[in-house]
C-alpha cells in the first residue's frame, strides 16, 4: 500500500492547512488564535474537584450531547446574550471547528453551495469543502456581509434555476479576518433574506465577549425568530484553546441529528466538568474582564505601533476580537510580504488565504495580525520587523504603493 | 427551516446509534463498554502536574498530530508490543471511533467497499457507512475472520471487474462482539491475502492489554513488512473511557495527510498530558494488571452463572476483553429477547446489531453481554433476570429451542 497510499488519499485541496502551533525562540507570533499566556486560567482547583467529586462521571462515557448540566449552563448564558435557548438546544462538541463539522454533516451533500464572506475565516473553508460544497462569494464592507450583494446574487441563482446555497456561514461579531461588526439592521436583513430563500444561517461567533468598547448587538441566533440560524460557541475564547470544548445551538431535532452523526462516543467528560466548575462558580465573568482588558491593550499597542511604523496602511479599528486587518497599497503582494516578514521574525497570515475561491479579482493587498498572543514589546518590535519586511518588498511595486 | 431541517438532514441509515450513557437506577447494564467503576485511576496528582507545570502547553492550542512525548510514549508502547514505530507513524486522536473517522475521510469514497468480519463492531458500521461506503461480509470462526472465506470473495469480485475493497476492518484481539482471538497464522494469512489484492488492513485493538490468560499473539502491526496495517489505539480501555484519547498508527505520510483531514485544531492537551504523567511514571504497568485482575475476576463470575442459569446457552469462552457472545439455541428470537431483558431490568444488546448487512441469512439467536462494568452480585442477578427473560421469550419457540 505504501505506492497506493498517496492514491488513496484525499485531494490536497481538500486538506485543511497545518499552521504553527506555537512560534519559534525569537519569532514573533502575530499569526496565531493562541491567547495571551498571562490571562490563561488557573484550573487546578476545578480539576481536582472534578476528579475527586465526579470521578464516575468524568472518567467514563458521557452523553454524547454533552454534560446534561454544562448543555444548561451554556443555554442560561445564551439567554442572558438575549438569545432564549433551553439545554436541549444545545449539543456539546470538541471545540468549535467541530460543531462546523457536524453542521456540515448535517445539512451538505456533495456539489451544494454554501454562501461566505469574501474574505473569511480561512478554517472555515477547507472544513466546508471536504464535504464536497462549493462556495458562493459576498461581498463584505465595513458593516459586515453586504446583504444587497447577496440579494443579488440569490436572485440571479433563482432565475437561472441554480439550487439554493445550503447555508450561511458568517462571523458577525469581531469577524476574522477583517475585525468588523454587524449592525442589527443588516442583521435582521440578512435573516429576513436568509428565510426568504430558505436558507440556514451558521453563525459562528467566538469573539463575542471579547468586546472592548460599546454596546454589543444582538446575536444573529438572538434576532432569530424564525429557526434558521445555528449558532457555534466556544470556551476556546472564553477560557482557554487547549480546553476543546465548543458546542452548537439549533433546534432539539437538529441537535438530535447532530449527536447522532457525532461518532466519536462523546466529549471529554473531564474537560466539561471542570469548565463548568469554573463557569458555575462564577469565575467565568471575572476572567471575561480581565481578557477584554488584556486584548484592549494589547490592540491599543498594535494600533499604535502600526500608525508609527506603518504609515502607508489602513484598517478598520476592531471593536472587540483578536485580529486587525491591513490593508497595504494597491500593487502591494502580500503573499511576498507574508513571507518576508516571516523570515526576519514575524510571523503573518497573508490575506489571500482567507478567501474561499482563487478568483483574481480579489485584492492582493491584505495581511491578518494578531494581537492577542504578544506582549507588549513584542507587538512594538514585530510591527517594526512587518515595516522592515514591507521597505523591501514594498520597493518592488514603487508606483502603486507611492500613489495611495 | 424547522420544516425543512428534515429534508436537509442525514438519512437515519447513516446516523450512529444511541445507546445509553448509564443504565438507569436498579437497572443492571450489561450493554455498556463502559469500565468498571472500582478500576478508574486516580489521576489527580497528574492533572494537578498538567495544569501547574505545564499550563501554556495544556490551555494552548496543541499540535495537530499531538503532543510530541505522547507520541514518542505511544511509539515505545507499540515497540514493546511488537510493532516497532516512531513518534512520527502516531497521530493522536479524539479516541479510537475518531481514529477510524480519520481512516475513512483519508481512505474512502462514496461508494467504495470495506470488508467486515460478520458480527462486527457496531459502532464501526455507521462510521463506515457515513462515508458512503458499503459492506462485504465475511464469516468467521473460532478463529476470527475466515481468510479463505475472505479470498473466495474477493477472486470473484476479481473476476467479476469489481474495484477491490479499500479496506479490511478487523478486531483481531478478543473481538467485539464474539471474544474470539485471531492465531498468528490466521494473521499471517490475512495480511498475505491483502497484500495480494493491494488492500488496506485496519487493526482496531482496544482490549489488547485486557488479557486473563495466555500468550499474546503479536498484532497485525507487529506482523506488517508491507507498510499495509493501519492500527487503531485507546486509552478508553487501559485506563478510563472518559479521557477520549487514541490514537491511529500509519506510515508518517498517512499520518501527515490523516492530521490535515482532522480539522479539529488538535486533541485537548491537558488530557494527553494527564494521560502522559500516568504512563511516563510507570502507574499504566500496575493499573493493567489491576485491570486484567478484575475482568477476569468478572468474566469468571459471568461465565459461572450462565452456565448455571442458561444451561440451553452456549459460548466460546474468551481469553480477555469485555464481552460474552451468547448463542441461544436456534429459533431464539434475540430481538425479542432483548426487549424482554431490557423491561426487566438487565440491559443486553441484540446480536442483530452487529451485522454491517441486513441479511436475512444471519442468525438471530445472540446476544452480547459485557461483564465490564457490573460488579459480582450484579452479574449473579443480571444473569437470572436474562434467564428469566428467556424462559418468557423462549416459550415461543419450545420446539426450536427444545431440540437444541
Not at 433563482?158 to 462571523?171: A, Q
Not at 479576518?177 to 442583521?187: E, F
Not at 467565568?284 to 504609515?311: F, G, K, S, W
Request: glycine residues 6%; aromatic residues 8%; proline residues 6%.
Amino acid at each position: 500500500m505504501s505506492s497506493s497510499a498517496h492514491a488513496f488519499a484525499r485531494r490536497a485541496s481538500e486538506l485543511s492547512p497545518m499552521l504553527p502551533a506555537a512560534a519559534p525562540p525569537g519569532n514573533i507570533a502575530f499569526d496565531s488564535g493562541h491567547a495571551f499566556p498571562g490571562v490563561l486560567p488557573d484550573l487546578s482547583v476545578e480539576a481536582a474537584t472534578a476528579l475527586a467529586m465526579y470521578r464516575a462521571e468524568t472518567l467514563q462515557y458521557a452523553p454524547r450531547t454533552g454534560l446534561p448540566e454544562l448543555r444548561a449552563w451554556i443555554a442560561q448564558y445564551m439567554t442572558s446574550d438575549g438569545a432564549p435557548v433551553s439545554a436541549e438546544d444545545i449539543l456539546v462538541t470538541n471545540g468549535a471547528k467541530h460543531a462546523l463539522e457536524l453542521v456540515c454533516r448535517l445539512l451538505l451533500d456533495e456539489g451544494d453551495t454554501v454562501v461566505m464572506t469574501a474574505p473569511t475565516y480561512f478554517s472555515a473553508i477547507p472544513i466546508i469543502r471536504s464535504y464536497g460544497a462549493t462556495f458562493i462569494e459576498v461581498r463584505q464592507d465595513h458593516a459586515g456581509l453586504d446583504v444587497d450583494d447577496l440579494a443579488g446574487i440569490l436572485d440571479q441563482r433563482r432565475r437561472d434555476g441554480k439550487p439554493r446555497p445550503k447555508f450561511i456561514y458568517d462571523v458577525p461579531d469581531f469577524h476574522n479576518p477583517t475585525g468588523v461588526t454587524m449592525p442589527v439592521d443588516r442583521r435582521a436583513a440578512l435573516l429576513d433574506l436568509a428565510a426568504a430563500h430558505g436558507i440556514a444561517v451558521v453563525e459562528d461567533s467566538p469573539y463575542r465577549k471579547v468586546r472592548f468598547e460599546g454596546a454589543s448587538v444582538p446575536s444573529l441566533k438572538a434576532l432569530d425568530h424564525r429557526d434558521i440560524v445555528l449558532q457555534l460557541g466556544t470556551f476556546s475564547k472564553l477560557m482557554a484553546p487547549g480546553l476543546r470544548v465548543g458546542w452548537v445551538a439549533a433546534s432539539p431535532a437538529l441537535v438530535a441529528r447532530m449527536a447522532q452523526l457525532k461518532t466519536d462516543a462523546g466529549s471529554c467528560p473531564l474537560t466539561q466538568r471542570t469548565i463548568l466548575e469554573f463557569c458555575a462558580h462564577g469565575r467565568l465573568t471575572q476572567h471575561i474582564a480581565r481578557v477584554q482588558e488584556r486584548y484592549r491593550a494589547n490592540r491599543d499597542r498594535m494600533v499604535a505601533a502600526v500608525r508609527r511604523d506603518l504609515p502607508d496602511v489602513s484598517f478598520v479599528m476592531p471593536h472587540g476580537g483578536y485580529y486587525l486587518w491591513l490593508t497595504f497599497p494597491n500593487g502591494v503582494d502580500a503573499d511576498e510580504l507574508a513571507a518576508c516578514a516571516n523570515r526576519i521574525g514575524v510571523t503573518v497570515i497573508s490575506g489571500s488565504r482567507f478567501f474561499a475561491c482563487g478568483d483574481a479579482r480579489h485584492p492582493r493587498n491584505h495581511l491578518r495580525v494578531a494581537y492577542s498572543h504578544a506582549d507588549e514589546q513584542e507587538i512594538d518590535e514585530g510591527v517594526r520587523r512587518l515595516a522592515a519586511a514591507y521597505a523591501a518588498v514594498g520597493n518592488g511595486a514603487p508606483a502603486a504603493a507611492a500613489s495611495h
